[in-house]
């Protein structure tokens, strides 16, 4: 069973990407973006050392959104999107590491 009010993104919850509501487009969208851009910038006053956990925890977070991939009831777009924003964020996590 997952852990619906498990926050996954910054904010959002694992029940707002694997629910029907919001949709997808546009709100899920925009909120996945603006907690991009609060995660990046807060990203900036992490120390170097806790980032290897950063990466750990949302590969983590990741692992818990994608562990029913095949379920037709789970908003699938929904699912796509956060890992399109989630990989943008692991990504600068990295970048930040091998700098």
């Known amino acids: 069973m997952l852990e619906l009010d ?7 919850t694992t029940k707002e990407i694997i629910g ?4 997808a487009i546009p709100e899920t969208k925009e ?3 603006k907690e991009l851009e609060n995660l990046l910038s807060q990203l ?8 290897e956990k950063l990466l750990e925890q949302q590969n983590d977070f990741d692992s818990h959104i ?6 037709m009831a789970l908003a699938q777009n929904k699912i796509q ?6 990989g ?3 990504d600068a996590i990295k970048k930040k590491l091998e700098s």
């Open 6 to 12: 498990k926050k996954v993104f910054g904010e959002i």
């Open 81 to 86: 999107l956060y890992n399109d924003f989630s």
């Open 44 to 51: 900036e006053s992490i120390p170097k050392e806790n980032l």
């Open 31 to 33: 909120r996945l973006e």
């Open 20 to 23: 029907a509501d919001p949709p």
């Open 66 to 71: 994608n562990s029913r991939p095949g379920a």
């Open 88 to 90: 943008k964020y692991v």
